[in-house]
Structure formats: C-alpha cells, structure tokens
C-alpha cells in the first residue's frame, strides 16, 4: 500500500465552480499535513498546512480527518490560475519516517473558462 | 527569483557519460535535498544533508553520488546512468532536518535529465 494516495484526476473544474479532492495516507502515527501546489513545468510550493481543527486560507480550506486517516482540500469559487497540481505531504512520524515528508503523486486541476 | 537555483536546467546525456548537477541555496538554511519526480509518481527522497553532514540515503544505486561542500552548495554527481534514470531532479532545502513540522521545503526549478 501506498503511504501516501491521492486521486490523479483530472478535475476539470468551470470557472468559479468549487472542487474538492481527498487525500489517504497509511501511517496512523503521522503528525504533520500539509498541501503543496505544482504548477506545470515548475517546482512544488507550500500551500498551506492542515491543521487538526480544520484551517482556510483564502478561497482554500483543508480538513484533517484522522479517524479515517485522510485530508482533503476544498477550492471555492476557482480561477484559472488555480490550474495546478496538488501534492499531498505528510510527514511521518514512525521510527522509519520521522522527520520524512512523504508526497503523494498528485491530483490535477484544470480549471476551464 | 527563486532562493534555490538549480544548473542546468535540460541535461541530456549518454550511458557511459560522468555529469553533475549543480543546487544552490541562498536562504541560509541547514539542510539540503535531493528528490527524483517522475511522471505521475510521487517524489522520491534520494539523499538529505543536515549541516554538511548525509544524514539520508534512501536506497539510491551507486551511480548516484552527493556532494555537499559547504551549506549552501549541493551537487549530485552522475556517472554510467541507465534510461530508467531519466527524470526530473529537484534540489531542496529547509531550515533543518529532522524536525520538519513547518514542512516547508523551498525547492529549486529542477534540472531534467534524459539519459539515451
């Protein structure tokens, strides 16, 4: 099983629609969550980290859901320039993965006019 | 303008070449990555610096070989590559290893490498 898994997509999302994706991960003893933006041909940037009560930023929101060992991310009212990978990252926190982020492989959006 | 620059960008080379990839940081940080993306898999961590010191080597092959200098600079040097190494090479750094809990790696544009 993968440690990290996420919907490849694609989500083609119309402009000003809302999108939501989830993302799984194996190891019930992670502690850290965040969402990382990959824009076509470009490295990966933090979007934002995943707190337990839940956090916004803007037009995003991301959830922590540590029962069934997910994460999700929510975009409201998308924009074109939301078109992007996003990668999922969580660092672990087992005697194999301390201090390791581990990436899921990413789900795609492309947001259309 | 990116705090971790990354040469050469495109790097195109033969089996039984010797290349190097270079990574630069400028943000004054403690530790240093190197990742492999391939498409439509996820990052793989191949080799981490904490102070000028490896502190990770994930199961890279030998043909794979590190180098970090001083803080600021890493390389990663390539030598009798096969096709199946043919990917995009990113260079990260963070402020220090082990911890992580602000997970924010900065990473460089990467440098992609085909190998004929």
């Known amino acids: 099983r993968k440690e990290v898994e996420q919907d490849p997509g694609p989500f083609n999302v119309p402009e000003g629609a809302t999108v939501a994706f989830n993302c799984t991960y194996s190891?019930?003893?992670?502690?850290?969550f965040f969402w990382y933006r990959q824009d076509c041909r470009k490295e990966p940037k933090l979007l934002m980290s995943?707190?337990?009560s839940g956090n916004e930023d803007g037009r995003f929101t991301a959830q922590l859901n540590r029962a069934s060992q997910y994460i999700s991310l929510l975009i409201r009212d998308s924009k074109l320039s939301d078109s992007a990978t996003y990668l999922c990252?969580?660092?672990?926190?087992?005697?194999?993965?301390?201090?390791?982020?581990?990436f899921g492989a990413g789900t795609q959006v492309v947001v259309t006019p | 303008e990116t705090g971790v620059t990354q040469t050469p960008r495109h790097l195109v080379m033969g089996m039984t070449n010797k290349k190097s990839l270079k990574c630069e940081q400028h943000?004054?940080?403690?530790?240093m990555y190197w990742y492999k993306q391939s498409a439509k898999k996820p990052l793989e961590l191949m080799f981490v610096?904490?102070?000028?010191?490896?502190?990770e080597n994930n199961s890279v092959p030998s043909r794979f070989s590190p180098e970090c200098p001083n803080s600021s600079h890493l390389f990663l040097h390539l030598h009798t590559l096969q096709p199946e190494d043919s990917a995009l090479y990113l260079c990260?750094?963070?402020?220090?290893?082990?911890?992580?809990?602000?997970?924010?790696?900065?990473f460089g544009e990467g440098s992609r490498l085909t190998v004929l």
């Open positions: 990252v969580v660092n672990g926190r087992g005697t194999d993965s301390w201090g390791k982020l581990q």
């Open positions: 943000l004054g940080h403690n530790a």
């Open positions: 610096y904490s102070l000028e010191e490896r502190v």
């Open positions: 990260a750094s963070s402020q220090t290893w082990g911890g992580l809990d602000t997970g924010e790696l900065f």
């Open positions: 995943v707190y337990s």
């Open positions: 190891n019930s003893a992670s502690q850290s």
